[in-house]
């Protein structure tokens, strides 16, 4: 297993999620939920900040998680470390969060890790499981699934143009072998795509690869599950971050804050009963992007889009 000083982890918007969630943590026993915990950079700031604060970590990751305990081992009992998907947020936290932070996608150390099987710039076995002690692996779905679903989720995942090209190639050649090695996708994808497309955009297999990992690991349907849930489980005054990096996250986490953000009445209402008024306040106008010294750190921080609320009024 990598140290983490090994790891290469730079944490995304550092400065901007301490800022954002810092005033919510300012008080005795204080509780940040961080639903994606990851090599825990951002917990790490916070806990440095906010010294009344207690974090629950959860990840489903188990290498990861152990890397995480590793850099917090200096915050001793101020710590609770829980291997979970995110979508088990309020049965792992029953007692409301002040402050709950996600960081979405996949780590640094898991593209990191040849053998995981996430990037496209490594040749290893189709995994791409964050939890790969449990589920289907790439390899198993694109072996098995029809080209009509394979295309569905290369279209709707990745936002891939050519798909229905895509899918047919790999049912094409998953007929004279299995697949198993990324290195092979990765060729099959740029032969799909035409030459005039593939001269821009970077390495024509990334919105396939990035289809993949969300199917096999389900994330959003798990990020549907556990947005209201997070927004229920935040206590007043309490504080939510989300650190999206495509646009099915981030239009998902708008609609839910945006949601939240509006009184519960029709447009025309002449006057908004207390108990119909907006729940959250947005804190963050649209979604945030890195600068430019930052992506120039940390390519990472390039498709980042960060968007916050406070919770003004008790959950019903």
């Known amino acids: 297993m990598p140290k983490v000083a090994d790891a290469g982890h730079l944490p995304v918007l550092v400065e901007r999620v301490v800022g954002l969630l810092a005033p919510a943590l300012d008080h005795p026993n204080a509780v940040l939920v961080d639903a994606t915990l990851g090599l825990a950079g951002h917990t790490a700031a916070l806990l440095d900040r906010c010294p009344q604060a207690r974090v629950v970590g959860l990840d489903r990751d188990p290498m990861v998680l152990g890397l995480a305990r590793e850099r917090l081992t ?32 996949v780590s640094s150390v898991q593209l990191d890790r040849a053998d995981r099987g996430f990037s496209y710039a490594h040749d290893a076995p189709l995994d791409m499981r964050m939890d790969p002690s449990t589920g289907r692996t790439a390899a198993d779905l694109l072996n098995t699934a029809d080209q009509r679903e394979l295309a569905r989720i290369l279209r709707t995942y990745g936002e891939e143009r050519f798909a229905a090209r895509i899918a047919s190639s790999v049912v094409r050649a998953r007929a004279e072998q299995p697949f198993s090695s990324s290195a092979r996708l990765v060729d099959l994808v740029r032969d799909a ?28 349907t798990a990020l549907s599950l556990a947005l209201p849930a997070a927004l229920d489980l935040t206590l007043l005054h309490g504080r939510v971050v989300v650190l999206a990096y495509h646009s099915l996250e981030d239009r998902m ?17 002449p006057v908004v009963p207390t108990s119909r008024q907006p729940q959250l306040r947005l804190l963050t106008r649209g979604a945030e992007r890195a600068g430019e010294d930052e992506v120039a750190a940390n390519p990472r921080a390039r498709s980042v889009r960060l968007r916050a609320v406070e919770r003004i009024r008790e959950a019903a």
């Not at 101020?78 to 996600?102: K, M």
């Open 193 to 220: 795509i035409p030459a005039a497309t593939r001269r821009t955009g970077g390495n024509p297999a990334k919105r396939t690869f990035q289809a993949l990992r969300i199917a096999v690991n389900d994330e959003l």
């Open 74 to 105: 200096r915050f001793g009992d101020r710590v609770r470390l829980v291997h979970a998907v995110y979508d088990s947020i309020t049965e792992v936290v029953s007692d409301g969060a002040d402050a709950v932070l996600f960081d979405l996608g």
């Open 253 to 269: 986490v708008k609609r839910a804050f945006a949601s939240g953000a509006r009184a519960d009445v029709p447009d025309d209402f």
